[in-house]
C-alpha cells in the first residue's frame, strides 16, 4: 500500500491510450451531442483530496470492509452512478461479483463469470490487465450477453484490481441512472482509484488467508490432542486388562484342575450310589454346579487369553443362523420368539468361531433382558458400504449410567453374571475393524448393532 498522504499512482499507459481513444471519438462527435461538461480544476482538487482520504482508510484490513470503501470512493467520490466488483476465484477460474453500489443486491447476488477472455470485458480487463471503456455495450460483442440484460448496461467501464504484481479481480462502473458521458477524469480517477484498492485487497487476502490458515491449525492441534487423550486412555484401559487378565488366568488355571478332579470323583460316586434316589437328586445338583463353575472359568480364561482371529470370508446370515440354532432351546424355554429382517449382505472377513461368540453373548443378553418372553429381532443389512447386523430385545433396557459401564469386564447387574460378555464382544468387534453400538428400542427394550467393513473393501481390519 502507498504510504498515507503519498498521491494516488499515476494512471498507466493503459489508461492514457484509452483515454486517447475515447478523445478522438470524442472530436469526431459533433458538439451539441457531447453531454459531459469539463469538470473545474477546484472540483477535480477536492475529489482527489476525498480519495487520498479514501486510500489512507483502506489500510484497513477486514475484507468486507475493504470492499465497502472501494464501492463508496467509486460511486460517492468519483461520481459514478453504480459500481460493482469482482474477485477471482482462482480454484474455479471464475469472477464472482462480491459486491456492489447503485444496484439492487438480488441482481448481484451469485452472479459469476469464467475467466475467459471471450466471454466478457471483465475477463478481458482482469487477463489483459487493461482498464477499458465500452461506449455502446449493446452493439459490442466483447460484452457478456448476460450481463447486459441483467444490468441494462450501456456505457461503462471496466478497470482491473491488481496487487503487487498479483491481479485479484475488475471493478466496472457506469451512469446509467443520470446518463452522463464517462469522461476521461472520472475514469483516470478510476485507474488511479483502483490501483490503490488492488494493493489494499491483497493485503486483506493474505490476511484472511492466515487466518483461515492459522485457524485450520488450532483445529488441527485440537484435533491431534484429543487423539492423544483417546490413545493414551486405550493405553490405560488395555494396560489395566492386561494385568486384570494375566490375575483371572491364574486364578482360573489354578481351579481348573481340582474341579476336574471333583467331576471325575463325583461321577464315580455317582455309580456307586445307582438305586439310592435321594443321594442321586444331590449328585445331579453338584455336577450341574460344577459345570456352572466350568463356564465361569472358561469364560475368564476366553478373556484373559484371547487368541488372534483367524481371518476367513464369512457368510454373516449363514453364520447368524448356526448362532440362533445355539440359543433355540434356551429361547423357547423363555417363551422368546427370534423375528427376523434379513437382507442379502456381502461377506464379511472374520473369525468364525470368534464372531459367533459375539452373536451369541448379545443373544444370552437378550434373552436375560426378556425373563417373561418376548419377541428378539436380528436384522441384516448394508449401508454406507458397511454390513450391519441389529439385535433388538423388548427387554427393559439399559439406564444411561449403566449404559457407560457394560463394556467394562466384570461389570455385572445379574446375580449369576461375571459381566465379562460385552468386554469380549468388544474386543472381537474392534479386532475385526467393526463398531458397536447401544441404543434404546423404543418403545422398550435395547438394540445392539454391529457394523463391519465388507471382506475386501478398504479400512477392513484396519
Ligand atoms: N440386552 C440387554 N438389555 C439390558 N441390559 C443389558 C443387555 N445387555 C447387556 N446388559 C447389561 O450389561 C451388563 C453387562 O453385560 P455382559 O454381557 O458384559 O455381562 P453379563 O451378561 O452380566 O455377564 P456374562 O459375563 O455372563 O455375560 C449386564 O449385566 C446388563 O446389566
Ligand atoms: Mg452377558
Given at each position: 500500500m502507498q504510504p498515507a498522504g503519498k498521491r494516488p499512482a499515476a494512471p498507466g499507459s493503459e489508461a492514457r491510450e484509452e483515454i486517447a481513444r475515447m478523445a478522438r471519438k470524442q472530436a469526431r462527435t459533433k458538439p451539441d451531442e457531447?453531454?459531459?461538461?469539463?469538470?473545474?480544476?477546484?472540483?477535480?482538487?477536492?475529489?482527489?483530496?476525498?480519495?487520498?482520504?479514501?486510500s489512507r482508510s483502506l489500510q484497513v484490513l477486514d475484507l468486507d470492509e475493504i470492499l465497502h470503501l472501494v464501492l463508496d470512493g467509486v460511486t460517492?467520490?468519483?461520481?459514478?452512478?453504480?459500481?460493482?466488483?469482482?474477485?477471482?476465484?482462482?480454484?474455479e477460474h471464475r469472477l464472482e461479483c462480491r459486491m456492489a453500489a447503485g444496484i439492487e443486491q438480488e441482481k448481484?447476488?451469485?452472479?459469476?463469470?469464467?475467466?475467459?477472455?471471450?466471454?466478457?470485458?471483465?475477463?478481458?480487463?482482469?487477463?489483459?490487465?487493461k482498464p477499458f471503456i465500452v461506449e455502446d455495450a449493446?452493439?459490442?460483442?466483447?460484452?457478456?450477453?448476460?450481463?447486459?440484460?441483467?444490468?441494462?448496461?450501456?456505457?461503462?467501464?471496466?478497470?482491473?484490481?491488481?496487487?503487487?504484481?498479483r491481479v485479484l479481480g475488475a471493478i466496472t462502473a457506469d451512469n446509467l441512472t443520470s446518463d452522463r458521458v464517462i469522461t476521461p477524469e472520472g475514469f483516470n480517477s478510476l485507474v488511479a482509484f483502483a490501483g490503490q484498492a488492488g494493493v489494499a485487497l491483497e493485503n486483506a487476502q493474505v490476511h484472511d488467508e492466515l487466518r483461515t490458515l492459522n485457524r485450520e491449525l488450532e483445529q488441527r492441534v485440537r484435533d491431534a490432542t484429543e487423539d492423544l487423550k483417546k490413545t493414551q486412555d486405550k493405553l490405560i484401559q488395555s494396560e489395566k486388562l492386561a494385568a486384570l487378565g494375566k490375575l483371572s488366568a491364574g486364578i482360573a488355571?489354578?481351579?481348573?484342575?481340582?474341579?476336574?478332579?471333583?467331576?471325575?470323583?463325583?461321577h464315580a460316586l455317582s455309580g456307586r450310589l445307582e438305586g439310592r434316589e435321594?443321594?442321586?437328586?444331590?449328585?445331579?445338583?453338584?455336577?450341574?454346579?460344577?459345570?456352572?463353575?466350568?463356564?465361569?472359568?472358561?469364560?475368564?480364561?476366553?478373556?484373559?487369553?484371547?487368541?488372534?482371529?483367524?481371518?476367513?470370508?464369512?457368510?454373516?446370515?449363514?453364520?447368524?443362523?448356526?448362532?440362533?440354532?445355539?440359543?433355540?432351546?434356551?429361547?423357547?424355554?423363555?417363551?422368546?420368539?427370534?423375528?427376523?429382517?434379513?437382507?442379502?449382505?456381502?461377506?464379511?472377513?472374520?473369525?468364525?468361531?470368534q464372531m459367533k461368540q459375539v452373536f451369541l453373548n448379545v443373544f444370552l443378553n437378550a434373552l436375560d433382558a426378556m425373563p417373561g418372553g418376548g419377541q428378539l429381532s436380528v436384522s441384516t443389512r448394508c449401508t454406507a458400504g458397511r454390513v450391519e447386523i441389529a439385535v433388538s430385545d423388548r427387554g427393559g433396557g439399559i439406564q444411561e449410567e449403566?449404559?457407560?459401564?457394560?463394556?467394562?469386564?466384570?461389570?455385572?447387574?445379574?446375580?449369576?453374571?461375571?459381566g465379562l460378555g460385552l468386554s469380549i464382544v468388544k474386543r472381537i468387534v474392534d479386532e475385526h475393524g467393526g463398531t458397536l453400538l447401544v441404543k434404546d428400542n423404543p418403545p422398550r427394550g435395547t438394540t445392539f448393532t454391529v457394523s463391519m467393513p465388507p471382506a475386501g473393501s478398504e479400512g477392513a481390519l484396519a
Open positions: 457531447q453531454q459531459a461538461p469539463a469538470r473545474s480544476p477546484l472540483k477535480m482538487l477536492q475529489e482527489l483530496a476525498a480519495l487520498q482520504e479514501i460517492k467520490t468519483i461520481g459514478f452512478d453504480r459500481a460493482r466488483l469482482y474477485l477471482i476465484n482462482e480454484r448481484t447476488a451469485g452472479v459469476t463469470l469464467p475467466l475467459e477472455k471471450s466471454n466478457s470485458m471483465l475477463a478481458r480487463s482482469v487477463i489483459e490487465r449493446m452493439e459490442d460483442p466483447r460484452v457478456n450477453r448476460d450481463l447486459k440484460q441483467l444490468f441494462g448496461l450501456k456505457s461503462f467501464a471496466v478497470v482491473p484490481l491488481v496487487g503487487r504484481g488355571h489354578e481351579i481348573r484342575n481340582p474341579l476336574t478332579s471333583m467331576k471325575v470323583l463325583v435321594k443321594e442321586q437328586e444331590d449328585i445331579a445338583v453338584i455336577e450341574d454346579e460344577i459345570e456352572r463353575v466350568n463356564r465361569i472359568i472358561t469364560r475368564f480364561l476366553d478373556f484373559a487369553r484371547p487368541r488372534s482371529p483367524e481371518f476367513s470370508r464369512v457368510d454373516v446370515n449363514r453364520l447368524l443362523d448356526e448362532t440362533i440354532t445355539l440359543v433355540t432351546r434356551e429361547a423357547e424355554e423363555r417363551g422368546v420368539l427370534f423375528e427376523q429382517t434379513r437382507e442379502s449382505v456381502p461377506a464379511v472377513l472374520a473369525d468364525r468361531e449403566t449404559r457407560k459401564q457394560i463394556f467394562e469386564p466384570f461389570f455385572t447387574t445379574k446375580e449369576e453374571g461375571v
